[in-house]
């Protein structure tokens, strides 16, 4: 299994950038797709969730209100959409996979599969 990011970039505070993750080499019908973040010296951290089964989605509270993910069944591709974004949205974005009843869904030791990773900075 491969998990594909990209879309990060720069982009100054109050913008708007799309990530996107396409998984390969597998099955993914009983999996949830999540993204993280890690801000340099700093702990990966749980950003949002998506059952590929049902499209249900969950947020941290930082994000939420703010960020939205979504997936692509025909393109096989999930999305996070990142509105108002801020300064300390700055980090590396990992998108991660895992069966869907692989623990709890915030914590990274309940995926198995990651991402590359891809920078986004937010200016102010």
């Known amino acids: 299994v491969q998990l594909q990011a990209y879309g990060g970039g720069l982009v100054q505070a109050g913008g708007s950038l799309r990530l996107s993750c396409a998984p390969s080499g597998g099955t993914f019908s009983n999996y949830r797709m999540g993204w993280f973040r890690q801000a340099p010296g700093k702990e990966r951290d749980f950003v949002a969730m998506?059952?590929?089964?049902?499209?249900?989605?969950y947020y941290s509270d930082s994000v939420k209100g703010r960020f939205t993910m979504s997936r692509d069944n025909a393109k096989r591709t999930v999305h996070l959409q990142m509105s108002s974004l801020q300064p300390e949205d700055t980090a590396v974005y990992y998108c991660?996979?895992?069966?869907?009843?692989?623990?709890?869904?915030?914590?990274?030791?309940?995926?198995?599969?990651w991402g590359q990773g891809t920078q986004v900075t937010v200016s102010s």
């Open positions: 998506i059952r590929w089964s049902d499209g249900s989605a």
């Open positions: 991660a996979a895992a069966r869907w009843n692989s623990g709890s869904y915030y914590h990274t030791r309940s995926y198995t599969y």
